[in-house]
């Protein structure tokens, strides 16, 4: 026989709700009950970490982590020259991330995509800095759950939301600065010109960052009507954006070069 444990029913990430579904074992019934098909759920696997001591720019408490918009709880947020790193207040676990993992960071402001001011960064999920795990717990790491592969997903985004607000832009200044010391193999200054608009096709590269799961739906917040104090990057998340941008145009022209061809 199946033993059936008390379960909670989900609330979240819904795409099926039957009532009145009978359950067979072994060909014997289990009685009626109540189908419920979610998407799959991926969590952020909290690791042990040494707490930085070294080249510190920024240690604040009270800041929550919210990993696709769920969040994992409060912690301690604290930013050196070599990473920036996250503690659960709750099990004193979690993770570091190296600045060649981070995509782009920014400041948002807008209320109408995330209920709160944060901080919001684009992680590159290859370079390994983070682990993920599909229906694992956050404070259960060795419980069972199937380990990410590297191709399941390429980018994941988290938001630092300070209890504190006024702390925000100290963070991202100190961040940005941190980047600079830091800078990644992929993005050079020679990639992007800092005296042009973004170039591109928007409405492609809004699509190519939907894809990506960059947490800004439904705002154009790199367009030029974009107001400067709503989002802000640093120069490297520019020189990324710069690059998606330019591929989507570049993408648009083939196009219709083709179409032309055609």
Known sequence: MIVLNTVTEPTENIRVVQPQVALFFDN??????KLIVTERRVMIV????????????????????FFDNQSQGDGKLIVTE?????????????????????????????????????????IDAKKGDLTLSADRPVDTPDSD???????????VTLRFVPMDKSILEHVYKQMCECQELNPSSDVSDEDYDYDEEPVGDEAGASAMYDD?????????????????DDVQLSAEG????QRILAGAGDAGENEDNEEMED
């Not at 001591?53 to 982590?65: D, K, S, Y």
């Not at 990506?212 to 400067?228: I, K, S, V």
């Not at 520019?238 to 954006?241: K, V």
């Open 28 to 33: 014997q019934s289990q009685g009626d009950g």
């Open 212 to 228: 990506m799961g960059a947490g800004f739906e439904g705002q154009d917040w790199y367009g030029a009507g974009t107001n400067p």
């Open 46 to 65: 909290l690791n042990t970490v040494t707490e930085p001591t070294e080249n510190i720019r920024v240690v604040q408490p009270q800041v929550a982590l």
């Open 238 to 241: 520019m020189a990324n954006l």
């Open 145 to 155: 759950g199937d380990e990410m592969e590297d191709d399941d997903m390429d980018h």
């Open 82 to 122: 070599s990473a920036v790193t996250w503690i659960s207040a709750n099990c004193q676990k979690g993770f570091s991330l190296t600045y060649p993992s981070i995509i782009l960071h920014a400041i948002s402001r807008d209320c109408s995509s995330f209920p709160e001011e944060c901080l919001y960064l684009l």
